[in-house]
């Protein structure tokens, strides 16, 4: 096995970006419900970045709407008019797109999961809903019922499970707090558990992207997280086993690069080059001389043939993975103490890399 020592970070952080990109993938949802039912004020609560508010939206049919914004690995495909007259005119317009995507030969074009809202205040099911939800039940797409504006259930949650049985499931949803006029606030409610579903019913290479776009389970983050960590402490333990003394400080430190910009990518952070150039080149660098000065030993004990060797090796395996293993972990509790701080919201390359830093120098 031959491993190289030449390092160049500009390329090494590019490609880290490009394959971060790819490995985060994209998810499509599809939201239909009607008019009042607060899709918006849903879709901004469970995503980052005030995702319906600020992403740019482009037509694809009559009645629906695909929404995208720079950064967030999600289209969210708007569907209205559940309530008007000629539903039959929409649902058949909705049926050949649905039907276009399913049969693309790229899952990354395919609608995903599909949430359809129902007010709670209205008491009812509309005959649209149930034909929209068969339609696409029909293409294997899983549908989940949201009811929204929740505030007293009654019952209705068990009614629209009987009136809906093609459903998922069935989640009761108040996206805001709500201030009645006796003076009781009602705070949100479901979001945390409508991710939760959601992760349990689309297709397993759309998770990261779906866990990256939301912003609601910070566990589902930090999950995702956990295992790229694992990844890469295996990798860079097998490049360091290599009985080649000094090669693994440089050949380690591409892999402690592309893990932390893999997390970045999980947690929704818009990262590009500029991105790890400020959070991650200079930190990693600097935990790559660390490293090679814990490894001094093992690669002298390399020099020495036969049982040296294989010494030397077995001592820099471990170190390289519990190495890797804690920068990683640093970069995701650093992650995890800013978005609680500032309530799911993206923070800035700045203040990443200045967590990030104080979390390191807790590393021994």
Known sequence: ????????????????????????????????????????????????????????????????????????????????????????????????????????????????????????????????????????????????????????????????????????????????????????????????ELVELTMQVIPQGTKRAFVAAQKVDLEQKKSQSHLIVGSAAVSAAGIAAVPIPFAEVVAIVPIQIGMLAGISATFGLSIDRAFLNTVIGSIIIGAGERFAVRNIASNLLKLIPGLGSIAGGAISAVTAATFTTAIGEAYITALAMLFVRQNGQEPSSEEVAEAFKRECSAIK
């Open 1 to 192: 096995m031959m491993v190289t020592t030449n390092f160049n970070l500009e390329d090494c952080v590019k490609e880290a970006c490009r394959q971060a990109f790819k490995e985060r993938g994209h998810i499509n949802v599809l939201i239909a419900g009607r008019t009042g039912v607060s899709k918006s004020t849903l879709i901004n609560s469970i995503f980052q970045g005030n995702f319906a508010t600020t992403g740019q939206g482009r037509p694809v049919t009559k009645y629906t709407e695909e929404i995208k914004k720079e950064g967030i690995p999600i289209s969210i495909f708007d569907t209205r008019g559940l309530e008007m007259a000629d539903f039959a005119s929409t649902l058949g317009t909705l049926r050949e797109f649905v039907r276009e995507r399913s049969n693309c030969i790229h899952p990354a074009q395919h609608i995903h999961v599909a949430w359809i809202c129902i007010a709670e205040d209205s008491r009812r099911v509309e005959k649209a809903e149930e034909d929209l939800i068969k339609m696409l039940v029909g293409y294997q797409i899983p549908v989940i019922a949201v009811i929204t504006k929740a505030r007293s259930d009654n019952g209705f949650r068990d009614t629209v499970k009987q009136l809906l049985p093609l459903v998922s499931n069935v989640v009761r949803i108040r996206a805001i707090s709500e201030k009645l006029d006796e003076g009781i606030v009602l705070p949100p409610m479901g979001l945390k």
